[in-house]
């Protein structure tokens, strides 16, 4: 814990409207999260996204979505409907008073309902409104229906990821899970939106922004792009590493707890590193020969390569939990790792020296429940979970009475004709 | 007359190597910042060794398409910063600049006499982001790691496969490219709070760490249901659910069938398409789609719950449907009827065949003095104000010294020869490229 704890966050200050489903809404958590006032604006009953489970105590309810906790936490919640004219109208005076509207409406939505940039920056010619929709605002996918494996697919991520043939035949490509789609879409629209707020604290000016999710993750795979434009090269789907052109060593081993462990060491056999790999390996008494002098030689070495890979290295990780090579490697330099469930992240040790795990307490159910933190820490400003997510309408009373002025009675008017 | 960049006037000193920090910093660039990365042949990453090389060309430092793509938008600044007199000179470069950024592991800067404290005493407004394995605090931080290492630690790798197999992982380094991108997320965090009240910060990032929230929802899942990842019929696969294994969300989206791939005309090792239907609406056009075929018009396959429990012989007839078409036919068709489904892409079909990718003009034809004319990777967001697109090829190491040295720094020309002739700017016993003899003439 560093005193930076007690600041405010760097975005303190901040106000966004966020209009987002769930393939928007990581973006404002990250905005949230970091000190920005975020109002998420939800359709009367509450967005869609609050279906999506897990659920406490496995119980569906829109209050009780894990993945909508997760996702919206340090977040005001607000309802609002935008086919009425009330909802409109509130949703203008909203606008005039905010830095930023994040939304992930179809293309054309908002500009159908004349609630786009264009309007809304006459009255607020600060406003900076960033669209993140599936694949960006025109173009002849524009309206293509999409989910998280499709992007997946199209942006490339499934060609590179799979299964070497010996271990799984003739196995399809496969997607990497959690949501991935989204978070690669939500990171280039945060950067997006901190540039053009960067830029306002010169210019005075805000602007439109259009971050398509496809673009995002076709940017998401590393060389793959410039092994086919440098090289004509289409890339091989290989167990738990790279993808290749053609085949490289294995990277993936299994200890003797059942799990695997990562283990970098293909492009890297050289005399001096597989002395150190003897040494390693001889502090359990696994180095077999390892220790011989003719190691000393790169010829030896690289002929021998299938030997140290699949004999040695294989057999030493075979022979203890994959926990203790990662620690015994990583203590001599090897840049290896344990392939972990999610869960074995709770009880690490270098997370808890971190602070990295936050108490957030659920004051309607009397509980607290811990979660996940921050990525980085700022030593001059607070990453913090300012509340859990919002439940449905949570703050409509504070924004629209408290705020915005209306009366109770107005409040009223407006739930009963469902403006709210 | 051109339109400002976001970032106008914004210089980042960018020590950074290898992948991730180069990512965040061409990010940077394409939003407008002037991006000088400071490199020393004798210890560079990232250039060398290049398998992204073109066949016809020399491999040397200048010549890795990879290199290439990740990092246009910057300048090279060639210099032996364990020299005392280079230290010196980046230190002078430090002073004129906003943002210090690096991915060395977590005591490498320091170690230079560039620390923290000593980047405040240069520059007190400074933001400075490092980007390293595990950070710098916490009892891991000398650890080291990778993108797969990251990625395996966290729990990210676990997430990809199938069940009852070794985990099939990320067939690449994610949480390089996305550690690039928390890096230029930091920064730009840090210049907007510096905007608004003067205080420049130190961003400690980590890998290993931003890598952990990316599970949020199996993280959930354990900590208030204590149900755990490792558990029959995860991971799914490309589906929402394994059949046969307890109906749980997996965390990727709703809990539906059809959820997978399926091999397409002619069979090819990419060709495939994944298609979803995330309600019985959209199955039953599916079922027109295919032609409404006798099999789909079984009860067990009329709710989602029956497609679920029937998925495999659902997925069975769906294949022998989607092999009668080539991909891209099949996802114009299915996404013209109201149907999700787009095909599996490869780096060729994407930079090749996909109109919304071309329309969006993601590959961007550059020419690299050493390289030629290749088609780099374009910016994804569109500004209306600051339009951000690649306006430099990368750097040929050291290409822009003088330009730095003597135009931004206002060392004489003497000066730039006799920091060539003592190691400062490049070793002295090191040939140097032709561009270096010109600009010391």
């Not at chain 1, 021998?304 to 294989?314: G, K, Q, W």
């Not at chain 2, 959930?220 to 799914?236: E, I, K, M």
């Not at chain 2, 550059?366 to 209306?384: C, D, R, T, W, Y």
């Amino acid at each position: 814990m560093t005193d930076a704890q007690t600041l405010p966050g760097p975005l303190a200050g901040l106000r966004i409207l966020e209009l987002a489903d769930e393939t928007g809404q990581f973006c404002g958590k990250l905005l949230g999260d970091l000190g920005a006032d975020v109002v998420k604006i939800e359709p009367p009953g509450g967005e869609g996204s609050r279906r999506v489970g897990p659920f406490l105590d496995d119980i569906p309810h829109p209050e009780r979505s894990l993945s909508f906790w997760y996702y919206n936490t340090s977040k005001r919640g607000i309802t609002l409907n935008l086919a009425t004219a009330d909802g409109r109208a509130l949703f203008e005076r909203l606008a005039a008073a905010s830095d930023v509207i994040l939304e992930t409406f179809r293309p054309g939505f908002l500009a159908s309902l004349a609630l786009d940039h264009e309007t809304l920056c006459k009255q607020n010619p600060r406003l900076i409104m960033c669209s993140l929709t599936p694949f960006g605002q025109t173009g002849p996918w524009r309206d293509y229906l999409s989910s998280d494996l499709l992007h997946m697919a199209a942006g490339g991520e499934m060609a590179s990821s799979g299964y070497d043939e010996a271990d799984v035949p003739s196995a399809p490509p496969i997607a990497p899970g959690g949501g991935n789609a989204w978070h690669m879409g939500c990171h280039f629209a945060y950067m997006a939106i901190m540039a053009a707020l960067v830029h306002r604290t010169v210019s005075g000016l805000g602007q439109y922004i259009d971050v398509s999710i496809h673009d995002a993750c076709a940017l998401t795979t590393e060389a793959a792009i410039a092994n086919y434009v440098y090289r004509g090269e289409v890339v091989r789907r290989q167990t738990g590493r790279h993808h290749a052109a053609g085949a490289t060593p294995r990277t993936q081993f299994r200890a003797k707890d059942g799990t695997y462990v990562c283990a970098l060491i293909g492009g890297r056999l050289n005399p001096r590193f597989v002395g150190e790999l003897a040494d390693l390996l001889d502090s359990y008494g696994m180095a077999g020969d390892l220790k011989d002098p003719k190691y000393q030689d790169q010829a030896f070495i690289t002929e021998n390569t299938s030997h140290i890979i699949d004999d040695l290295i294989a057999n030493f990780i075979a022979s203890l939990p994959a926990e203790e090579v990662y620690h015994a490697a990583q203590e001599r330099g090897f840049t290896w790792g344990a392939v972990r469930a999610p869960e074995a992240l709770v009880g690490d040790a270098h997370l808890h020296d971190r602070g990295f795990w936050k108490q957030v307490e659920h004051k309607e159910l009397g509980r607290s429940f811990v979660y996940p933190g921050e990525p980085a820490i700022y030593n001059g400003s607070s990453w913090r979970i300012s509340a859990r997510a919002p439940l449905i309408g949570e703050h409509n009373t504070e924004i629209f009475c408290d705020e915005l002025g209306l009366s109770r009675g107005e409040l009223l008017v407006l739930a009963e004709n469902r403006a709210i | 007359m051109s339109r400002p960049r976001a970032l106008e006037n914004i210089r980042v000193v960018d020590f950074s190597w290898v992948r991730a920090g180069p990512w965040a910093t061409r990010w940077l660039g394409a939003l407008g910042a002037e991006i000088i990365k400071i490199e020393w042949p004798e210890s560079e990453r990232g250039r060398l060794p290049s398998t992204t090389t073109p066949r016809n060309a020399e491999v040397n430092l200048n010549t890795s398409g990879n290199f290439n793509d990740t990092n246009v938008n910057k300048k090279s600044l060639s210099l032996n910063v364990r020299s005392a007199k280079g230290l010196e000179i980046v230190k002078r470069l430090i002073a004129i600049s906003d943002v210090v950024i690096e991915n060395f592991s977590s005591r490498v800067l320091r170690n230079w006499g560039l620390g923290y404290d000593e980047l405040c005493r240069i520059k007190p407004d400074i933001v400075y982001v490092s980007m390293s394995g595990y950070g710098h605090t916490g009892r891991n931080h000398h650890y080291t790691t990778f993108g797969p290492v990251a990625q395996a630690v966290s729990g990210l790798t676990y997430l990809s496969g199938l069940p009852d197999k070794p985990p099939a992982g990320w067939g690449w380094s994610y949480m390089d490219d996305t550690g690039g991108m928390y890096g230029a997320m930091c920064a730009l965090t840090g210049l907007y709070h510096r905007n608004m009240t003067g205080q420049g910060q130190h961003i400690d990032l980590s890998q290993m760490v931003a890598s952990v929230p990316l599970n949020g929802p199996a993280l959930l899942d354990f900590t208030v249901n204590g149900r755990g990842s490792r558990r029959a019929g995860f991971p799914p696969g490309n589906r929402a659910h394994w059949p046969g294994t307890p109906l749980v969300s997996n965390y990727r989206g709703p809990t539906v069938a059809p959820h997978n791939a399926y091999r397409t005309h002619p069979g090819g090792y990419n060709d495939w398409c994944v298609i979803v239907c995330h309600s019985d609406e959209e199955w039953q056009r599916l079922v027109q789609m295919m032609g409404a075929p006798s099999w789909a018009g079984a009860e067990k396959f009329a709710t989602v719950a029956g497609r679920l429990r029937h998925q495999e012989e659902l997925d069975e007839h769906i294949e022998a449907w989607s092999m009668t078409a080539e991909k891209y036919q099949l996802t114009e068709r299915c996404q013209a009827a109201g149907v999700r489904a787009l095909p599996v892409q490869s780096a060729e079909d994407r930079v090749e065949h996909d109109p919304q990718l071309r329309h969006r003009q993601m590959y961007q034809a550059m020419e690299h003095p050493a390289l030629g004319i290749h088609k780099v990777q374009n910016a994804p967001f569109k500004f209306s104000q600051t339009p951000a697109s690649n306006h430099l090829p990368s750097p040929m190491i050291g290409q822009h010294t003088q330009e730095i040295v003597e135009g931004l720094l206002g060392y004489s020309h003497e000066a730039l020869r006799a920091g060539f002739d003592d190691g400062t700017f490049w070793p002295a016993r090191r040939a140097r490229f032709p561009y270096m003899e010109e600009m010391l003439q």
